[in-house]
């Protein structure tokens, strides 16, 4: 498609294994699916929003919904970057970016789910590193900050393998309990100090205003 008038459609991140990509509609319905088969035990819930309780196609149609909502709210001054991440040519789940006057702050935010059958293999590890590389050398970020719940090991595991360091913990109510969320940070020294995964990052240019990342 031709990304002149959403210049995000053209953004491209690649890992060894990895490519992460904002998806246009066929591909957002490969994502959906892989969303409805699955990203987690039905007994647990690692989400501080529960949006997996409910029906594999009303789960489809969320995360479809959720997706083109980040496109159409988008303002430079409030943004999420919603890519599918694909390994060998097909979707296996999803990793956000996502900030908020991100032109005064330099902050941003990770979130990202992968489907059952894809977890276990590392490739979590190689999503996030992608999107700490689009932020802090594709969009100049001072820092990232990233949350699990606490007994969210491979999520954990995941922050703690990048860089990241304990930022506090937060209570919230999750299908009428109380869990306890990890806070966690991830500042530039660290990220330049524990960075291994070589990321290749194209078509960002003309999407840097929309960011709020312009020089």
């Not at 299908?175 to 966690?184: D, M, P, S, V």
């Amino acid at each position: 498609m031709d990304p002149h008038f959403w210049p995000p459609y053209g953004l491209r991140l690649r890992t060894p294994r990895l490519e992460l990509r904002l998806p246009d509609i066929p591909l957002l319905d490969e994502l959906c699916a892989v969303a409805a088969g699955g990203v987690h035990d039905p007994a647990e819930m690692p989400f501080s929003v529960p949006w997996t309780d409910a029906t594999p196609d009303e789960v489809g149609r969320g995360a479809f919904q959720h997706v083109l909502r980040t496109i159409a709210e988008w303002r430079p001054e409030k943004w999420t970057m919603s890519f599918a991440v694909l390994h060998d040519g097909a979707v296996v789940g999803r990793q956000d970016l996502s900030a908020t006057d991100f032109a005064v702050t330099r902050e941003a935010g990770t979130g990202s789910w992968l489907g059952l059958a894809h977890q276990g293999k590392g490739l979590g590890t190689q999503m996030r590193a992608a999107v700490a590389h689009l932020g802090f050398e594709g969009l100049g970020a001072r820092s990232l900050i990233s949350s699990a719940m606490v007994g969210n090991d491979r999520s954990l595991g995941v922050s703690r393998r990048l860089g990241y360091r304990p930022d506090g913990l937060s209570v919230l109510a999750v299908r009428g309990q109380a869990r306890t969320l990890q806070r966690l940070r991830l500042d530039r020294a660290s990220w330049e100090e524990h960075h291994a995964t070589p990321v290749e990052m194209s078509g960002l240019e003309p999407c840097r205003a929309l960011f709020g990342a312009t020089p």
